[in-house]
């Protein structure tokens, strides 16, 4: 049973002062009268540390639950109920990717993870005002590690690509055939809405696949943002009373509680930022300002991510078919624990063109999922810690290079009374049929360009 008065224990003391190991110097952090915190650190590497501290203070369980559900760890926390969605998220190998990402950053940018890592940590190790969902769950928060940011954003934004609306087409096509649905999409041309090319024999398991992919995506409704888009608005200097731009931002992200955002400040020699961040994440990526230069994002709704109809070996269904060649895939065996429960087994497999999330290569076909968040290593999060630096719109749009996920439209201003529009993110070049369909992976004729 859980009492007034644990809830009164799990709320943080935000008085007095503090010794945290790793730490390099004295950081002050005040909080207004809404309870924002502004930090103010004599060095870059104090503020991210500072950074992760008070974010967890405020939104520690917020980042266990998108931890988890990233990782596929939610049925850990709340037992059977989880396990399908928990499949699904092992087989996008968000953490995976996660880890990868990680690997390939440079030195810098892994000493701002470590340090905002290093910093949700110290507040873990405190110990005594945990919040109270660990008591509920039974569950023992485990050290942040630097990678867990990655994991935190990836599972925020994979579900703001398109492959859903690729999987409903591929259902209508199924019940309606493809020249009833194609009259409902004006604008295609003859083909499009064909999963196989004339004469090739359908995979029957694939219906099976897409149902499996429904129900999974089914427990994962917090993430699913189909309708997003959100607003933006720049005015530049020469149209304001003031002779500044003004730039307002207008997010429409999923009405969660508490907010997918957290507003905070902070400030060191090298940057002073007011703006919404994600929790688990160091930087302000969407919206905020340093004085200088003031950004916003929208959605763009491209088109980054492809499935592809993947055709397995009878009775070898470590082997894809290629070009008519038959070639190995990668497999994962993964363990889902399962809250008083038991483990849960499955295996992910992975082809060239990324993890297979529906279907059964023991029966001869899957969907391979391919994401450009997530089908190579990326240094993108660089990114983070150098767009806050930036002086004037000309480097910020220069500290945008190497973006990747999500595509946002990214509107900004600056102090000179100048403002901009930059489309950041990664597209792929490939053939108009992948943005209908889930295309046939064995025929070399779908693949991405550059």
């Known amino acids: 049973m859980i009492t007034r008065q644990d809830l009164k224990s799990a709320i943080p003391d935000l008085t007095g002062n503090l010794r945290l ?95 905002y890592a290093a910093g949700v940590n110290a507040f873990i190790h405190g110990g005594d005002s945990l919040p109270v969902e660990y008591r509920i769950t039974g569950l023992e928060p485990e050290p942040w590690q ?31 055939g493809p020249e009833a649905t194609g009259r409902l999409f004006p604008g295609f041309e003859p083909g499009y809405l064909m999963i196989l090319p004339p004469g090739s024999t359908s995979p029957g398991p694939l219906d099976d696949g897409l149902k499996e992919l429904a129900e999974g995506a089914a427990g994962l409704n917090y993430l699913n943002e189909m309708d997003s888009g959100s607003n933006s608005w720049v005015l530049c200097g020469a149209e304001t009373a003031t002779g500044k731009p003004i730039l307002a931002g207008d997010s429409h992200r999923g009405l969660d509680t508490p907010s997918v955002y957290y507003q905070n400040q902070v400030a060191c020699p090298q940057f002073d930022v007011v703006g919404l961040s994600f929790p688990g994440v160091p930087g302000f990526p969407h919206f905020g300002h340093n004085g200088r230069v003031s950004w916003s994002v929208t959605h763009t ?21 290629y070009q008519d060649q038959w070639l190995d895939a990668e497999t994962h065996e993964e363990t889902i624990k399962v809250r008083d429960g038991g483990d849960v087994h499955t295996t992910v497999t992975v082809t060239q063109h990324g993890p297979v999330i529906a279907g059964d290569p023991a029966k001869g076909s899957g969907l391979a999922f391919k994401y450009t968040a997530t089908e190579k290593p990326s240094t993108w999060p660089e990114i983070l810690w150098k767009m806050l630096r930036s002086k004037n719109n000309q480097e910020l749009v220069e500290s945008m290079r190497g973006w990747v996920d999500p595509c946002n439209n990214l509107l900004f201003a600056d102090i000179h009374g100048d403002m901009g529009y930059l489309c950041r993110g990664r597209i792929p070049i490939r053939s108009r049929v992948n943005g209908w369909l889930p295309v046939p992976g064995w025929t070399g004729e779908h693949e991405w360009e550059g």
């Open 301 to 321: 709704a491209a088109d980054y991510q492809d499935l592809y109809v993947e055709r397995f070996k009878e009775g070898e269904p470590g082997k894809y078919l």
């Open 21 to 115: 190991k790793g730490l390099e110097g004295t950081v002050k952090v005040y909080r207004d009268d809404y309870g924002i915190p502004r930090i103010k650190a004599g060095s870059e590497i104090d503020a991210f540390f500072a950074q992760g501290f008070v974010t967890a203070q405020d939104r520690l369980w917020h980042m266990e639950y998108d931890r988890r559900r990233g990782a596929g760890r939610w049925a850990e926390a709340v037992g059977g109920q989880a396990v399908a969605q928990d499949k699904m998220m092992r087989r996008f190998r968000l953490e995976a990717s996660a880890k990868a990402d990680y690997q390939v950053m440079d030195t810098h940018t892994k000493y701002v993870f470590d340090a």
């Open 146 to 176: 630097p990678w867990d940011g990655l994991i935190v954003y990836k599972v925020r934004h994979i579900f703001m690509g398109v492959f859903e609306s690729k999987v409903w087409r591929a259902r209508m096509v199924r019940d309606m």
